[in-house]
T-cell receptor, first 114, second 114 residues
Framework: DTEVTQTPKHLVMGMTNKKSLKCEQH?????MYWYKQKAKKPPELMFV???????INESVPSRFSPECPNSSLLNLHLHALQPEDSALYLC?????????????FGEGSRLTVL | DAKTTQPPSMDCAEGRAANLPCNHS???????VYWYRQIHSQGPQYIIH???NNETNEMASLIITEDRKSSTLILPHATLRDTAVYYC???????????????FGSGTQLTVLP
């Protein structure tokens, strides 16, 4: 199984809603990532988890709250978002340690904030 | 990670070889060249990586110049399904931690024409 599964594929939410994006991998990878991608722009790193601990936060606003309950799961909790937060949110995983460094990406969750 | 420069767009005829250039003149000795691609509305996909020798796999070939300041990704027989944004990324293979994020540049939009 070489897949990273993201749910939901599409999400529409209001600015006062609380929602979550979920990501799952069963490749035994110990590093997981959240990226944000606006239309016609490259993906931008948001968070990195290494061995279930947050290792990088790229100065992301607190209305985005990541969580890594175990080595296979990564969540992104969303609260009080703004319309400019509408984007494709990509999850990725990698082996970590002495692996090749290849990142495996999911298909993304497309978020629309009204 | 060293900065890379890629042309914003390229066209290629179906069935012909697509040669995608990348300049990375500030690459350091322990940095690898990675290539990823992103088909519209999908997550990025790993293609190939290399240090200084030419590399080939089932998807593509990677040619790195002797001074390592530039490289070329070659898709030997491009198909319509190869239409995508291709990202050239330079980064170290291993760090002291386990997570090695990718920093995406603007990439090259390759359009394969029938």
């Amino acid at each position: 199984d070489t897949e990273v599964t993201q749910t939901p594929k599409h999400l529409v939410m209001g600015m006062t809603n609380k929602k979550s994006l979920k990501c799952e991998q069963h490749m035994g990878h110990r590093a997981m990532y959240w990226y944000k991608q606006k239309a016609k722009k490259p993906p931008e790193l948001m968070f990195v988890y290494s061995y279930e601990k947050l290792s990088i936060n790229e100065s992301v606003p607190s209305r985005f709250s990541p969580e890594c309950p175990n080595s296979s799961l990564l969540n992104l909790h969303l609260h009080a978002l703004q319309p400019e937060d509408s984007a494709l949110y990509l999850c990725a995983s990698s082996q970590g340690g002495q692996g090749t460094g290849e990142l495996f990406f999911g298909e993304g969750s497309r978020l629309t904030v009204l | 990670d060293a900065k890379t420069t890629q042309p914003p767009s390229m066209d290629c005829a179906e069935g012909r070889a697509a040669n995608l250039p990348c300049n990375h003149s500030t690459i350091s000795g322990n940095e690898y060249v990675y290539w990823y691609r992103q088909i519209h509305s999908q997550g990025p996909q790993y293609i190939i990586h290399g240090l200084k020798n030419n590399e080939t796999n089932e998807m593509a070939s990677l040619i790195i110049t002797e001074d390592r300041k530039s490289s070329t990704l070659i898709l030997p027989h491009a198909t319509l399904r190869d239409t995508a944004v291709y990202y050239c990324i330079v980064r170290v293979l291993r760090t002291s931690g386990s997570a090695r994020q990718l920093t995406f540049g603007s990439g090259t939009q390759l359009t394969v024409l029938p």
